[in-house]
Antibody, heavy 124, light 107 residues
Framework: EVQLVESGGDFVQPGRSLRLSCAAS????????FMWVRQAPGKGLEWIGF??????????EYAASVKGRFTISRDDSKNTAYLQMSSLRTEDTAVYYC???????????????WGQGTLVTVSS | DIQMTQSPSSVSASIGDRVTITCQAS??????LNWYQQRPGKAPKLLIY???NLERGVPSRFSGSGSGTDFTFTISGLQPEDIATYFC?????????FGPGTKLDIK
């Protein structure tokens, strides 16, 4: 059974940094791209970015709202993807989900497995 | 940027009813349209991909259709466990845009 488990969510002040982790099991981690999606309280879903598999050079893509502040990485030896967030803003407050893309490239772009999410609260 | 709209924003229906939700794109997106269910307090779940393909393990009462700019998601025979918010999602050219969602509850 495929499982994605996010961790690292916390309460942080604006301008600080935070790293989220997504530990995967029940799959051949190396084969897949992983997307991060967030959901502000009571709001809709917003894609943040994704990382391709090593077969596609592990390259990353980001939404305009986080580009330059957020960095996605992966450690295939640990079956884990990461979301490094810096210069956090109050509007980054959200539940952050890790999702699997059922291919290594990010195309086609649907997400067939989701973690349970981890809450990040940015407030002074 | 392509904009996605969904209608209705909320709907109430009775058990056994047929429920239809529409998603409209601001320009032609071919069949690059997916549907997700999010039950209260839970993560989203993929139901339909590429407009009309039922994800493995998803009950056959769920279906999707459409191409271009207009898409339809249908529940044929509403069940109590279908109470959720439903999102469409478009992907293309490194953009993955979700619709605003349709909240479904039982009448």
């Amino acid at each position: 059974e495929v499982q994605l488990v996010e961790s690292g969510g916390d309460f942080v002040q604006p301008g600080r940094s935070l790293r989220l982790s997504c530990a995967a099991s029940g799959l051949t981690f190396d084969d897949y791209a992983f997307m991060w999606v967030r959901q502000a309280p009571g709001k809709g879903l917003e894609w943040i970015g994704f990382i391709r598999s090593k077969a596609y050079d592990g390259t990353t893509e980001y939404a305009a709202s986080v580009k330059g502040r957020f960095t996605i990485s992966r450690d295939d030896s640990k079956n884990t993807a990461y979301l490094q967030m810096s210069s956090l803003r109050t509007e980054d407050t959200a539940v952050y989900y890790c999702t699997r893309v059922p291919n290594g490239s990010g195309w086609p772009g649907y997400f067939d497995y989701w973690g349970q999410g981890t809450l990040v609260t940015v407030s002074s | 940027d392509i904009q996605m709209t969904q209608s209705p924003s909320s709907v109430s229906a009775s058990i056994g009813d047929r429920v239809t939700i529409t998603c409209q794109a601001s320009q032609d997106i071919r069949n690059y349209l997916n549907w997700y269910q999010q039950r209260p307090g839970k993560a989203p779940k993929l139901l339909i991909y590429d407009a009309s393909n039922l994800e493995r393990g998803v009950p056959s009462r769920f279906s999707g259709s459409g191409s271009g700019t207009d898409f339809t998601f249908t529940i044929s025979g509403l069940q109590p466990e279908d109470i959720a918010t439903y999102f469409c999602q478009h992907y293309d050219n490194l953009v993955y845009t979700f619709g605003p969602g349709t909240k479904l509850d039982i009448k």
